[in-house]
Structure formats: C-alpha cells, structure tokens
C-alpha cells in the first residue's frame, strides 16, 4: 500500500472542510457525513499502513466499537453525556445513534493519540493528554452540530459561558470515555516511530489543521465566536506544543552552512 495515501486524504478532506461554510441544509448534513467517513478511512488507513492490521484492527474495535457503544449508552441512560437525542439528518441509525458518530471518535482518536506519543514518555501522562487532545476537540464539535440541529440535550444547564444547549456534563463525558479510549488502546497501538521519520507527518497536520481550521471557520464562517475561543483554548494544550516541536525539528535537521575559515 502507498504510504502517501494519507496525505491525498487528507487534501480531499481539506477541500470538503473548506467547502462546509459555502453549503446548506441537505448538503451541507450530506458533506459532514462524507467528511466524517473520509477523515474514519484516512486515520485507519495511516494506522494499518505505519503499524500494521493489529493496531489498525486495535482503532477500530477500541474506537469505532467503543464509540457507538458509549453513544448508544448515552442515548438510552443520559450517562455520561446528559439526555440528549439525534434528529435523522446524519444518516441511518442503530440503537438510536448514527453510524458516523464512532466514526468521527476514531478519526480523531488516532491523531490524538499519536500527537500525544510524540510529546511524551510513555505512561499516564501520554494517555492524559491523548485524551485531552482528543476531549478537547469537542469544544468545537458540539456548538457547531447542535447550532446545525444534528442533536440537541433536553436539559442543556450548566453551561459553559457562551456556549448554550451543550451541558457541561457532555465535555466531562468526553473526557471521561477519551481517558478509557486511550488507556485501552495503549497497548495496542503499536511503536512509536522516531521524529526523523515522516510517515506520522500526516496524523500531525490532520491534528493542527483540525485545530487551526476551526478556530478560523467558528470565529469568521459560522457565526461561533465563543466556541472559538474555548476550543482554541482547549486544543491548545496538545497543538501548541506539537506545532513547537515540530518546528523546532525541523530547523535542527536544516543542513547548516559552512563558516568560512578565511573570512
């Protein structure tokens, strides 16, 4: 398989992001499933390609089946994201859940996951933040659905400041099942690769594009100005540090030019 793979995914899916702001109504519902299962085949398939089908086969039944079996939780217990239900925009259903919402778990999942790996040893503190950075990324994500009338809560109270109709229990479930997803998924994840080797610079600017992207689309496209600043706040904790190590890898590896002995 052709390790570029991901990377023309990830250009497809840019294109379809970028795209989100100009569309509408069915169209727009139809370009966020197609973009969910786009950015589900791209992490997989970056999975199976740099770890082999274990960690791949791991993502999925880790991620993709504990996503929808928390989801299907949720909807029938209100536990632990609050009672909430899904209207019939997002496609087909089982257990009252749409098949792309654990779907959008795993693709966010494994660059989180992998984001994590490079910035810390292995142990609680890489799986903390895994899941932070995977938590966080629905700062974002739940403002914009229910502002499209994808879900709503039945009881939205507490809050966040600026960001009605989603409780704060949602983000503590978030967190709550984003700590259980990468604790399982730990040891079965496979290796860490070494920085010098490119084949994880997909997953990291899935990551930061993920980030910087929808800073710019809730505070300029959709009208979501709040849920900008606390997802820009929230996702800051694993992007910002990524995009410095990154940075600061990349100017140790620039050739450096020779000093002049003569001069």
């Known amino acids: 398989m052709d390790h570029r793979l991901p990377w023309a995914g990830l250009g497809v899916l840019v294109l379809a992001q970028i795209c989100y702001p100009l569309t509408a109504g069915a169209t727009r519902a139809g370009l966020t499933v197609a973009t969910v299962v786009l950015g589900y085949l791209i992490s997989v398939s970056h999975a199976l390609l740099t770890r082999g089908p274990r960690a791949a086969a791991a993502l999925v039944a880790v991620a993709t089946g504990g996503g929808f079996a928390i989801e299907a939780l949720g909807v029938a217990t209100s536990f632990p994201f609050g009672s909430y239900d899904y209207s019939g ?3 087909p259903k089982l257990a009252g859940v749409p098949l792309i919402i654990p779907l959008a778990w795993t693709w966010m999942a494994w660059p989180a996951w992998l984001t994590a790996a490079r910035l810390t ?3 609680v503190r890489r799986v903390a933040l895994a899941a932070v950075g995977l938590a966080a990324w ?3 994500l739940d403002p914009q659905m ?13 809050a966040l400041p600026g960001l009605p109709g989603v409780p704060v ?13 990468m604790a399982a998924l730990r040891p079965l994840a ?14 990291y600017a899935l990551y930061l594009w993920t980030y910087l992207s929808s800073v710019l689309a809730h505070a300029v ?4 100005p709040a849920s900008a600043v606390w997802g820009a706040a929230g996702m800051a904790v694993a992007a ?24």
Do not use: K
Request: glycine content about 10%; proline content about 10%; overall charge negative.
């Open 221 to 224: 496209f959709l009208g979501l």
């Open 190 to 203: 496979g290796p860490v690769i070494d920085y010098a080797d490119s084949r994880d610079a997909p997953m």
């Open 146 to 158: 229910v502002a499209e009338g994808y879900w709503r809560w039945q009881d939205a109270a507490p």
């Open 240 to 263: 910002v540090p990524l995009a410095l190590a990154l940075g600061r890898e990349r100017r140790e590896r620039r050739p450096r030019r020779p000093v002049d002995a003569t001069a």
């Open 121 to 123: 040893p292995p142990g």
């Open 89 to 91: 925009e997002l496609g």
């Open 138 to 140: 629905d700062l974002f």
């Open 169 to 181: 229990s949602n983000y503590l479930g978030w967190l709550l099942f984003a700590v259980l997803l």
